[in-house]
């Protein structure tokens, strides 16, 4: 029987691995536990909510924030960069690592998936699946509703439009659209609102 470390390497290295094997059931049940102590958090102070974070999460910097309710699998192969915002229902699973950059912004529903169940019937329902690393770069903004799938590296600036099912790989400093995402174009200084702030 496989322990916990060589279960989660095999599916960091993208290698099928038991989803069902005891020691990823025992790891999810604690995980569902330490997400409600954080969602029961709400509304206390922030390093009391940033310390129920790191106390399940690979990495938290300073003054990441999901709105209710956040669900997570394993929690400790995430890493979030500081400034970190995640609007309302965000799902994020993995199973392999998920690095998502500074000052990045998620809308409402925004789910990261680093993991699928294999495609054939038989190996399915015996809990095979593969995992690969999604990556999340700095300054990012997920609109509402947006699905990333696994192996999905996003560059550095870049928005993805809310219902975008994003399946492969979007380069820094563009807007992406669709389902599955595509470019749309890049971002550039026509992009600018003019606001200043006061």
């Not at 940033?50 to 938290?60: D, P, Q, W």
């Not at 399915?124 to 700095?138: E, F, K, L, N, S």
């Amino acid at each position: 029987m496989d322990d916990l470390e060589t279960l989660f390497a095999r599916a960091a290295a993208g290698r099928p691995y038991d989803d069902l094997a005891p020691a990823l059931v025992a790891a999810r049940a604690r995980t569902v536990e330490a997400s409600r102590r954080y969602a029961d958090s709400r509304g206390k102070p922030q390093a009391e909510r940033e310390a129920l974070l790191r106390s399940f999460l690979g990495a938290v910097g300073d003054g990441a924030h999901f709105e209710p309710t956040f669900r997570c699998e394993f929690g400790r192969n995430i890493a979030l960069g500081r400034g970190f915002y995640a609007n309302f229902d965000c799902v994020i699973l993995d199973a392999a690592p998920v690095t998502i950059g500074e000052q990045v912004l998620f809308g409402p529903r925004v789910g990261l998936y680093s993991a699928d169940h294999a495609l054939d019937a038989q190996e399915r329902a015996a809990g095979v699946c593969v995992a690969a690393p999604i990556t999340i770069g700095d300054r990012v903004w997920l609109g509402g509703g947006v699905q990333v799938m696994k192996g999905v590296t996003i560059g550095a600036e870049t928005v993805v439009a809310a219902g975008a099912v994003v399946t492969g790989d979007l380069p820094a400093g563009v807007v992406a659209a669709g389902v599955p995402a595509r470019v749309l174009r890049a971002i550039g200084p026509a992009d600018r609102l003019g606001y200043k702030p006061r």
